[in-house]
């Protein structure tokens, strides 16, 4: 497990670590915490010439308050995010996801930009921010520029940073007062998820004014189920409304088929999850 | 128990250290990793390999270019088959289980052909390891792919050969059959009764593939400097490997030392002489370099052997009551491309264990070993006896569904009465002791078995989403290998025995000796707390030395749960010996008639007097020769060989409750309970550990591992991303008790523990998600139970699907998700 010969260099500054990705070209990567990249290299799935560490780039680090919306550097660790009180506060749903994302080691070690510009389709992260219409600052040569959640993901792997360009933060509107539950389905617990569901329902009384559910490892990207979300709307919080919403979780998704499930299984999980993750979000 | 009581304490009467939960002397450095694993030790003038392996399961190398290898930085040679045939040697088997196995030679590298995807090709040997795995990179080679043997039931019907040259794939038939062998009646004959009159159960059951997936991963250094050579290797079976490199390398068995230093665990992965082994041992010859190789963790997943994968078709046949009337055995059992260490012989170990604790008047055992082109496979953690126990402790239960009444109840209509023991069962092992009743009582008790069952009722008439499920399995199993002259009978290459030294120091210190080779279990506490006992000596002053073969000459290592039935008895003995050449010295000290002594507390007294004197004074007067009586050498130092005269019997119920959640298909592990018979229990704390861990292996091959090929002979299973070993996180607390008949064959009264776990509780969990899909007509599910299996139980009827065809993850669309409706990005 020794990966091929790469430069490496740590810069300390966002506009740093921009020109050493112009000079290094498509043959240049970015390590944001190394939870998917050393495994890549260490099995030479991958050999880029020149590995550009962000990990000393303090800016990059923390939360902060941006009145209706918080924002998230990309080179905070999924346990600085899990702690951080702004996200406890307005963020729930993070919370909900990154408490059952991987393991401790991970959770120390991986960073929020990081997983979500990996873009990994199981990736625990994805569904949330893609729920909670989070938007993303993309950095360049040419300046910084913000894309929504909606757009963000591409494919498998695959987002609209390009080369040359950062993932700097991520600003996530505020979500105070919702509810939120993040049910995801594994065999065992380090699994990345067969499927997993993001859900934040806003209620009023026994009543479902809003809901934001996300979906994990259902496509090549997250997916956002926007027709469970419309039917949900003004349900009340009962198992029987919110099963006949679900029921729509699985439309437009494209599963995949490996040891752990078919897609026709996954879709299946999927609805049930959907239904367990609102009802545990709307407190039902 | 008092019998045993006597015994155990030897001739000390002082504080017990048998019994007591000392800690492990080990586990410091073992958890810490400072310690001596084999990738730690670091050599002046060090050479590094990486291998270059087949990415094809089966192909013809046409062509291996070097050249930009071998000129690649600090590359010192790069090796490949053709170039080495002459001296790389072979690996061996040696257990030919019949005299015409066919059976493919196995070269370290392969020379014109490879066999499983994962097999060495070429050698790259450089300054550094990063330099070898750099040059690996540039080795080109060229091949012919052929047709694979994959599927073990095809690969039986020979429709592709896994080697053309043999004309086969049938490797071996192995038959044991209690007429011929006049342990029992004809099993034809029972079946064809229990056909008209009583109860046939025919069922096939699939032991999937499985990988041991030991903490540490393989490592072998060689230093070839010195007038030995010396192999470090992360081996269970030093001792075996030294006489192996020997017999098929031509260097003298003397010209070659063996460590095992720190072995970060085996579970019978590391029961084997590999090519790795091998091949290290040859370029360090070649070089006259040290040189070192570790395997990565994909590597080990590939190329390491594999376990269990059998077919196992099953005929029980019975009267109407429920009584067991016969009991035949048709195996397919898949040997992966090469006929391995003992790899044929690992279903032949189970052969005697399929009856179980049952009284069968008539057993037929059948065995085809069948060769394809996957990894070998070998032992791995209970070797043959835990396919054996899944299949009859499976079918009891099939039988009490068959009948509407209590699996326990079954079981107990049919099993040996504790009154009955010592008894001879149908496949001709005499059983020496054991308390099925007691066992099963005590696991109910603490299970709680009448309250989960009113439970398990209630959530039915509800119909709970939630369903119930409870698993019993009442095991047990042959450990302690072996005696030599069943070996012998059974065509096994070696013996069963076990050796031990005693030294005792000048300073009263004692120095202990074992051919056993532990690999995480604990011999260095237990063997001290055996000696401290035996020798009236404190723990802490006995130091247990292992796994050197220039300290631990002789000595048949460490699988099988053989280690304290088989060593620990070796040890007592030599123990007592020690005792014996201090007697006449402390009667010539104490000037009294050795008939007048009395050894007690690590001392010799005199009857009737206070006169007396102590082992470690004994030890020094030996030192000093200065007082000896006339005639005896001044020594105490003593060791001995022990050959056992039985296998052992320890054994277990277990009883397993799962909750189902039928929406998914997922399952909850709701309470474990496991009472277990192991004889005298040495070190508790010990004991325990065994259990548990077993259990965790024994659970993982019931709901998670499985070594999963695609159809053109990919190992798909090749990262921990896929191959689910389960961690402490996936498990529950277990509820452990004990049942204590000790063992009648050794003088401590042990049985083994290393296995047991993991033989009895694969099927306590498969039977208890069985159980809870009863109400859903579901009648098996194949391991590893997986929730979309479980699921598909439920809703479709499926559930017994073979993995295969989802080996290869994919998407049903080339396209991202649909963005138009309903879920879009």
Not at chain 1, 134 to 160: E, K, N, P
Not at chain 2, 225 to 245: D, F, V
Not at chain 2, 794 to 799: E, R
């Amino acid at each position: 497990m020794i990966p091929a010969q790469f430069e490496y260099v740590a810069p300390t500054t966002v506009e740093d670590a921009l020109a050493a990705l112009a000079e290094g070209g498509e043959d240049a990567k970015v390590l944001a915490g190394g939870q998917s990249l050393l495994p890549v290299l260490r099995m030479r799935l991958n050999a880029p010439s020149l590995v550009v560490d962000l990990g000393r780039i303090e800016s990059l680090r923390g939360v902060r308050d941006d009145g209706d919306a918080i924002v998230i550097g990309a080179m905070t660790t999924h346990s600085e995010v899990f702690h951080d009180p702004l996200v406890n506060e307005h963020a729930t749903l993070l919370v909900k996801a990154i408490e059952q994302l991987a393991d401790p080691q991970v959770r120390h070690r991986g960073t929020f930009g990081g997983a979500l510009a990996h873009a990994d389709p199981a990736g625990d992260l994805g569904a949330p921010v893609l729920a909670m219409g989070a938007t993303f600052t993309i950095a360049g040569a040419g300046g910084s520029r913000t894309v929504a959640a909606d757009d963000f993901f591409q494919g498998l792997l695959t987002t609209v940073i390009e080369d040359g360009e950062l993932l700097t933060e991520v600003r996530v509107p505020k979500f105070t007062g919702w509810g939120a539950h993040y049910e995801k389905f594994v065999r065992v617990h380090h699994q990345w998820p067969i499927v997993a569901v993001a859900a934040a329902v806003r209620t009023e009384g026994g009543t479902i004014a809003e809901a934001r559910v996300g979906l994990t490892n259902m496509g090549l990207t997250p997916l956002r189920a926007r027709s469970v979300e419309a039917a949900l709307a003004g349900q009340p919080a009962t198992d029987e409304a919110v099963r006949a919403a679900a029921a729509s979780a699985t439309e437009g998704t494209h599963p995949p088929s490996d040891l752990n499930g078919d897609a026709d299984y996954r879709r299946h999980v999927a609805t049930v999850l959907t239904r367990r993750a609102v009802l545990a979000a709307a407190g039902a | 128990m008092t019998v045993t009581d006597e015994v155990s304490t030897g001739s000390t009467g002082g504080p017990r250290e048998v019994g007591s939960a000392r800690r492990r002397k080990e586990d410091q450095r073992l958890i810490t990793g400072r310690t001596k694993w084999t990738d730690n030790i670091q050599l002046p003038g060090m050479l590094h390999i990486a291998m270059v392996r087949s990415p094809f399961a089966h192909a013809r190398i046409t062509h291996i270019d070097t050249s930009a290898a071998k000129s690649a930085p600090n590359v010192v040679t790069v090796l490949t088959g053709q170039e080495v045939s002459e001296e790389q040697g072979v690996l061996a088997n040696a257990w030919p289980i019949t005299p015409d196995q066919v059976a493919p030679v196995h070269p370290p590298i392969a020379v014109d052909r490879v066999t499983f995807a994962g097999e060495v090709v070429a050698v790259v040997v450089a300054r550094s390891a990063a330099e070898a795995r750099d040059a690996a990179e540039l080795v080109d080679v060229d091949y012919d792919e052929l047709p694979a043997a994959l599927d073990l039931k095809e690969a039986a019907e020979d429709k592709v050969l896994a080697h053309p040259d043999l004309g086969t794939n049938k490797s071996a038939l192995w038959v044991f059959d209690s007429a011929e062998a006049g342990t029992g009646g004809a099993v034809d004959e029972a079946i064809d009764k229990a056909r008209t009159d009583g109860i046939v159960l025919e069922r096939e059951y699939r032991q999937q593939r499985l990988i041991p997936a030991f903490m540490e991963p393989r490592s072998v250094v060689v230093d070839p400097t010195g007038e030995q050579i010396t192999m470090w290797s992360a081996t269970q079976i030093p001792h075996i490997l030294r006489y192996l490199l020997a017999a098929t390398t031509g260097v003298s068995e003397s010209k070659i030392r063996v460590i095992a230093p720190d072995v970060g665990g085996g579970f019978g992965g590391k029961l084997q002489s590999t090519p790795e082994e091998w091949i290290t041992f040859l370029a360090a010859r070649r070089t006259g370099r040290p040189v070192k190789y570790t395997e990565t963790r994909s590597e080990s997943l590939m190329a390491a052997h594999h376990g269990r994968d059998q077919w196992q078709r099953l005929t029980l046949a019975a009267t109407k009551d429920g009584t067991v009337t016969g009991l035949k055995v048709d195996l397919l059992a898949d040997l992966g491309s090469y006929v391995s260490l003992v790899g044929g012989g690992v279903p032949v170990l189970g052969a005697f264990m399929f009856n179980a604790i049952y009284k069968f008047p008539a057993y037929q055992f059948k065995v085809q070993t069948v060769l394809t082109n996957k990894a070998w496979t070998d032992a791995y953690r209970g070797a043959g006896r835990p396919e054996a126990t899944f299949a009859i402790e499976r079918l009891m239960d099939e039988l009490a569904h068959e009948l509407g009444v209590d699996p326990l109840e079954i079981r107990e209509k049919n099993w040996i009465k504790h009154e009955e023991f010592p008894f001879t069962t149908v496949a001709g092992l005499e059983y020496d002791t054991g308390n099925y009743e007691q066992a099963t009582a005590e696991a109910k008790r603490i299970f709680g078995y009448d309250e989960l069952r009113a439970e398990q009722q209630r959530r039915r008439e509800a119909n709970d989403p939630v369903q119930l499920g409870i698993g019993v399995s009442t095991f047990t199993e042959m450990c302690g290998l072996a005696p030599s002259r069943v070996l012998g009978q059974l065509s096994y290459g070696a013996g069963g025995w076990e050796h031990a030294s005693v030294r005792m120091l000048p300073t009263g210190k004692v120095e202990v000796i074992t051919g056993a080779s532990a690999h995480g279990q604990g011999h260095e506490t237990a063997w001290s707390q055996i000696v401290a006992d035996r020798l009236g000596v404190a723990f802490e002053d006995v130091e247990v030395l292992h796994g050197d073969t220039q300290i631990s000459h002789k000595g048949l290592d460490t699988y099988g749960s053989r280690s304290l039935v088989v060593g620990g008895e070796a040890l007592v003995k030599a123990a007592d010996k020690v005792i014996e050449k201090a007697r006449p010295i402390a009667a010539h000290l104490l000037e009294a008639s050795v008939d007048d002594l009395e050894f007690k507390d690590g001392s010799f007294g005199v009857r009737g007097t206070d006169k007396g004197i102590a082992m470690a004074d004994l030890a020094a007067a030996a030192f000093t020769g200065h007082n000896l009586p006339d005639g005896v050498e001044p020594t105490l130092d003593s060791d001995a060989t022990y050959d056992p005269v039985n296998f052992s019997y320890p054994h277990g119920t277990h009883l397993c409750a799962v909750e189902i959640d039928t929406e998914t298909g997922g399952l909850t592990m709701r309470k474990y309970t496991a009472v277990d018979d192991v004889g005298t229990i040495v070190n508790p704390l010990i004991v325990e550990g065994q259990l548990h861990g077993g259990l965790v292996q024994g659970i993982a091959q019931a709901l998670f591992e499985e070594a999963v090929y695609d159809d053109s002979g990919t190992l798909v299973s090749a990262s921990f991303v896929d191959y689910l070993v389960p961690t402490a996180a996936d498990t529950i607390s277990f509820d452990l008790g004990t049942s204590v008949t000790p063992s009648t064959t050794n003088s401590l009264g042990t049985k083994g523990v290393g296995e047991a776990g993991t033989i009895a509780s694969t099927p306590a969990v498969v039977n208890a998600v069985v159980d809870a899909l009863r109400p859903f007509g579901v009648s098996d599910v194949r391991m590893p139970c997986t929730p979309e299996r479980i699921w598909k139980a439920i809703h479709t009827g499926g559930g017994t699907e073979p993995t295969e065809k989802d080996a290869m993850p994919h998407f049903d669309e080339n396209d991202v998700a649909d963005r138009t409706d309903g879920a879009s990005a």
